[in-house]
């Protein structure tokens, strides 16, 4: 048994987003006890510890915070280099002039193997962990990402990158559709759930990078698999030309009839379900959005990299009110920020800035929420991690405000009391240099070493 004694700040029980305000815990002296299992057997006051836990070795963390880990519902490991790749105009020039050539470099096993290691100390750094991660193209660079992943002790989810159709530029990324199943079909085989912390995803780049027939072929592959937990991931609706692209080649009428098996006479099975995750959905048809609720595909929203690229801004306000699980994403490389309480600060910034009656100020609990429990939810393993009650596996993190230039002082000047301006300035003040210590099932990483430690 190991206890560690600290704030503890997380969106208890189980939520939807207009009650996250009510689940907020804020406990300014508490403790989480970890058994040797990596769970959480106790969580709140330390006046109210157990007396069969008072023998708990104590790591008092103080005047540090316990926050759950962070949830990363939308990072592309093969762009973990491309972060502020200027490619001169919106995503379709962005993707031929920066992204197909720099993940084309991951054919070579050494620069993949490289990659994994900097892409995983990154998410240590922080504290992301556990992730949904756009993979390679390349089976070898998929293997190092899974290899690296249990090495270092990260959650993570991923599926190799599916490209049949594309531009020139992508044409090293590009596998016929035969070559596209029988790949994905060996990735889930050989990695989904070959560790717990390991899962894997079907994951089309997006719909103009597959055929109607792909897509179809896919449908029936995920259809196969889907009662063991694999998972479905790709992008939607994330830019008005995209959108008019995809509809003038699938013969769709709104894009998500992409992934729905609405592709005209090669439809088949519908990519859509609890476990689908999709990245964007900026420009959703109220009717697309129906359609996600109603099949309990999540959305994976990405403030960061759709400023990045001039994507747009997914309308808040609609979007949730239509019941749709909303998680936060960091879309590296698009996106250049890593650490998920920077994106919550751009979720911010570009919701209380949208016009008129859109607007709103999204409340601090609601912000850590889809940085944390909301992901969990999105990915269907909120009975394990994305908040601090006891009985869930103990990912966490200490934030020490004191590693951090002027973030005591201004902590120093909230009302102890307020805990949603006491949450608000922590979750958007911060930067990863206030994150001492990572936790995933109890065990404690670091971004260098060989293996968790306890």
């Known amino acids: 048994m190991r206890a560690y004694r600290g704030h503890l700040l997380h969106i208890g029980g189980a939520p939807q987003l207009a009650q996250v305000s009510d689940h907020l815990v804020s406990v300014p002296d508490g403790v989480l006890v970890v058994d040797d299992d990596g769970v959480i057997v106790f969580s709140g006051e330390y006046a109210g510890l157990p007396v069969d836990l008072a023998g708990a070795d104590v790591t ?32 379709l020039d962005w993707l031929q002039r920066c992204i197909f050539p720099a993940e084309a470099r991951l054919a070579d096993a050494e620069v993949a193997r490289r990659t994994a290691r900097d892409f995983c100390r990154r998410r240590v750094e922080v504290g992301t962990t556990t992730a949904l991660v756009f993979g390679s193209a390349f089976p070898d660079a998929q293997d190092a990402l899974f290899t690296e992943s249990l090495r270092v002790g990260l959650r993570t989810i991923s599926g190799r990158g599916i490209q049949t159709v594309g531009p020139a530029a992508a044409g090293p990324l590009l596998t016929d559709e035969a070559a596209a199943i029988d790949l994905s079909a060996r990735e889930i085989d050989r990695w989904h759930t070959a560790h717990p912390l390991l899962q894997v995803a079907v994951v089309p780049r997006f719909a103009l990078s597959v055929t109607a027939q792909t897509l179809a072929a896919l449908g029936e592959l995920y259809d196969s698999v889907r009662a063991a937990g694999v998972y479905f991931h790709s992008h939607l609706s994330e830019n008005l030309l995209e959108i008019d692209a995809v509809r003038g080649s699938l013969d769709v009428s709104c894009y998500l009839d992409a992934y729905d098996g609405r592709v005209g006479r090669a439809g088949g099975p519908t990519l859509l379900g609890p476990r689908s995750v999709l990245a964007h959905a900026v420009h959703c048809t109220d009717g697309e959005l129906a359609r996600l609720a109603e099949t309990g595909t999540s959305i994976s929203h990405c403030p960061t990299s759709q400023q990045f690229l001039g994507s747009g801004t997914m309308p808040w306000r609609r979007t949730t009110a239509n019941g749709v699980t909303v998680a936060l994403g960091s879309d590296v490389g698009a996106g250049d920020e890593w650490l998920m309480a ?52 103990a990912d966490f993190l200490v934030i020490d405000p004191q590693r951090q230039p002027l973030l005591p002082e201004l902590l ?17 003040g911060m930067r990863e240099a206030a994150i001492s210590e990572v936790f995933v099932q109890g065990r404690r990483l670091t971004a260098e070493a060989s293996m968790p430690t306890a």
């Open 60 to 91: 008092d963390c103080r005047p540090g915070y316990l926050l759950p880990g962070f949830i990363d519902t939308h990072i592309h490991f093969p762009q973990t280099y491309c972060t502020d790749s200027y490619g001169g105009g919106q995503l």
């Open 342 to 393: 920077r994106v919550a600060n751009d979720c911010f910034k570009v919701h209380i800035s949208e016009p008129g009656s859109a607007g709103l100020s999204i409340p601090p609990a609601q912000l850590l929420f889809t940085a944390t429990l909301a992901g969990a939810q999105a990915l269907d393993i909120e009975d394990r991690v994305g908040n601090l009650d006891a009985g869930k596996q």
């Open 412 to 428: 120093e000047r909230v009302d102890a009391e307020d805990t949603d301006r006491l949450l608000f300035t922590l979750l958007l």
